[in-house]
């Protein structure tokens, strides 16, 4: 069974498209098998709604009269990097206040920070803007102080290094005191075990060779429509795999790009981490193409089928010793306890499973209306250490 | 009967020994989840208190006779849904699941009547979902 890009768009078209999210995939396959499953399913939606740290947006803010060289922008206090041309600056989702205590009174709060600006920027409320320059003779104007909307800005596009990671650690702590994380809070002694994606809903645990999902595929993001723009940062193809394919540790990461202007504060918003610092919970979905019973073959594997690290974070990740507790499975961590070094350890996630579930459906329904049309990769994501097979521009790669 | 709920105590009443009657005039029993006065001198109790129906009663109008303001429990602590994204941060570190994450909707419920008012879940949310009132 075979299908094209092409074949699924024009049944997308006609609104004939069979669209099912990578949740409703797993029962359909137990009882009619991954043969008729292929045939059936056109399309297969995935989502996560996780923080993700590496994230933010480029805005250009727009020239003043006089014009002006931007070189320090503050945007509700929260410094955005203006090291780029005039007017251009990048907001990041983690960076603070320059007048927030950060942890000299630990643990710090972080009450707010680069992805509160973003998410009160989609909610479409006024954001002070405060721009310092030194002047030159084509960009006179040294300091501006403006209210500004997201609506008024010439452009605004978010654009996150490093989103939808595929696999991550379980964190957990052995030492006495409790730890303050980009994982949470970790109770001493084994208190807690912290994990942080959507497991089978999850991108990237769907597609775990990037056959269909690579740089040019349109997704879900934020509420919006965006793409995914190149492999993410410490994307990790070489992870190690367990029998199906799919890593047991952390593995490949996305660059995603999209226009912050249709995004919504329900899926960009801007959190907290006791101890640790700002960030931002991303909304993220991404279509796969029923192209062969490959595709559904890896789409339909079940939390009880893929497996995260547990990872102690009082010693082993902080000094980077590369220690694993042991594998759990995401039905064990979903349940909410699993059992580490022989002790019953309950199980918080932080990334939604139910925001998930969520954008996998809107994504569905979108699909399922004709609205939104897939696209293939341009290339494919590097799965091994090498670079990118830039010239393999013909589709559907090879697994 | 058995009931949580917190009590305010206005600064002229503060210095008195509203604990001790309530166990020996009204038979109640009381176990204080947490206390304290601020610095305008007024007192609030998070307690939880059982006796017989008569005597709970008599002991609440004991109280609110002398000016002590008695309040469920439930409006202490707030949880805004709308700012709640439903991630399961929370849930383990509540002491007493108040917070707790539903397995089949993978939803966060809020079961007020359980909560003791630690304010934990203030810090631990990290979209700042839960507010305390008072």
Redesign the interface.
């Known amino acids: 069974m075979k299908k094209t890009i092409e074949e699924i768009n024009a049944r997308i078209k006609t609104g004939k498209a069979v669209v099912v999210t990578a949740e409703e995939l797993i029962p359909m396959v137990m009882e009619q098998g991954i043969a008729e499953t292929a045939r059936n399913v056109d399309v297969i939606t995935t989502g996560t ?3 993700m740290c590496s994230s933010g947006a480029f805005l250009n803010l727009g020239h003043p009269v006089p014009r002006m060289k931007m070189t320090k922008v503050l945007l509700n206090g929260v410094e955005a990097y203006a090291g780029v041309a005039a007017v251009d600056v990048y907001l990041g989702a983690t960076q603070i206040p320059e007048t927030d205590p950060a942890n000299k009174n630990f643990p710090g ?1 972080f ?1 707010y920070g680069g992805g509160h600006v973003l998410e009160e920027l989609v909610a479409g409320k006024e954001v002070l803007m405060e721009a310092m320059a030194y002047g030159t003779d084509c960009y006179p104007r040294k300091k501006l102080e403006k209210m500004i909307r997201l609506e008024d800005l010439p452009q605004a596009f978010l654009f996150n290094p490093r989103n939808a990671y595929q696999n991550y650690n379980v964190a957990v702590n052995l030492s006495d005191r409790t730890l303050y994380t980009y994982m ?2 970790l ?1 001493p002694n084994l ?2 075990a ?1 994990y942080s994606t959507s497991g089978q809903l999850s991108p990237l645990f769907n597609d775990p060779y990037y056959r269909t999902i690579g740089p040019g595929t349109k997704i879900f993001l934020g509420g919006g429509v965006g793409f995914v723009s190149w492999y993410g940062t410490q994307h990790n193809p070489q992870a190690p795999r367990d029998d199906n394919g799919v890593p047991t540790s952390p593995a490949g990461t996305l660059a995603v790009i999209g226009d912050l202007k249709q995004m919504s504060p329900r899926w960009l ?6 101890g640790y610092g700002a ?1 931002l ?1 991303v909304g993220l979905g991404i279509p796969l193409p029923v192209l062969d019973e490959d595709v559904v073959r890896f789409a339909a594997l079940s939390d009880s089928e893929i497996f995260a690290p547990v990872v102690d974070y009082s010693e082993s990740y902080p000094q980077g010793l590369g220690q694993v507790l042991g594998k759990v499975s995401y039905a064990e961590l ?3 306890e699993i059992s580490v070094n022989g002790k019953k350890v ?10 998930a ?1 969520e954008i996998a459906a809107i994504l569905k329904e979108w699909i399922m209306q004709g609205e939104f049309l897939l696209t293939a990769p341009v290339f494919n994501l590097p799965r091994d250490k090498g670079l990118p097979d830039y010239r393999s521009l013909v589709f559907p790669a090879e697994a | 009967m058995k009931e949580k709920m917190v009590l305010y105590f206005p600064s002229t009443v503060t210095e008195q020994p509203f604990i001790y009657y309530l166990v020996k005039d009204f038979n109640l029993l009381i176990n204080i989840l947490k206390a304290n006065i601020n610095p305008r001198k007024e007192g609030r109790i998070v307690v939880e208190i059982s006796g017989e129906k008569t005597d709970f009663a008599a002991g609440l109008d004991f109280l609110q006779a002398r000016g002590v303001k008695v309040f469920p429990l439930e409006q202490e602590i707030i949880w805004v849904e709308e700012r709640c994204t439903h991630c399961g941060a929370c849930a383990v570190i509540c002491p007493v699941n108040a917070l707790e994450l539903n397995r089949t909707t993978m939803k966060i419920e809020f079961h007020g009547d359980r909560c003791v008012v630690c304010e934990h879940c203030l810090k631990a949310c990290p979209s700042r979902a839960m507010e305390a009132r008072y």
């Open positions: 709604f996780g923080p709060e009450n949470g809070i109770k208190g807690n912290n918003r801007g959190i907290s981490y006791l960030s919970m979903r349940s909410g309950p199980t918080a996630p932080l990334s939604s499973y139910y925001g579930r």
